[in-house]
């Protein structure tokens, strides 16, 4: 399993990102796919996530409003479009899988496979 993020950057206060996660390796029709954020001295934290097989989305209540999740199965990737963001979502995001969907988790550690990260940067 490889999954491998993109569209991070540097962005001022209020402004809008888009991060990719292209997955491939094996069929994901039965995961949980999974955005988290760890931002220097802080634990990895659970963003957001979302049922490959039903589309459902799941937030943390700090970007609830403000960031959406999404996948494409014609291409095999996972999107996690950003809005009105704050300094304080400055962290390295990091894409994840987990192979059971019956539930969403918020735990990194039931997460199996996670890609290199991508670094967000938002100014104020």
């Known amino acids: 399993v490889q999954l491998v993020e993109s569209g991070g950057g540097l962005v001022q206060a209020g402004g809008s990102l888009r991060l990719s996660c292209a997955a491939s390796?094996?069929?994901?029709?039965?995961?949980?796919m999974g955005w988290f954020r760890q931002a220097p001295g802080k634990e990895r934290e659970f963003v957001a996530t979302i049922s490959w097989s039903r589309g459902t989305g799941y937030y943390a209540d700090s970007v609830k409003g403000r960031f959406t999740i999404s996948r494409d199965n014609s291409e095999n990737t996972v999107y996690l479009e950003m809005n009105s963001l704050k300094p304080e979502d400055t962290a390295v995001y990091y894409c994840a899988a987990k192979p059971d969907d019956r539930y969403h988790a918020i735990n990194p550690r039931l997460y199996a496979y996670w890609g290199q990260g991508t670094q967000v940067t938002v100014s104020s």
């Open positions: 390796g094996r069929t994901f029709s039965s995961y949980i």
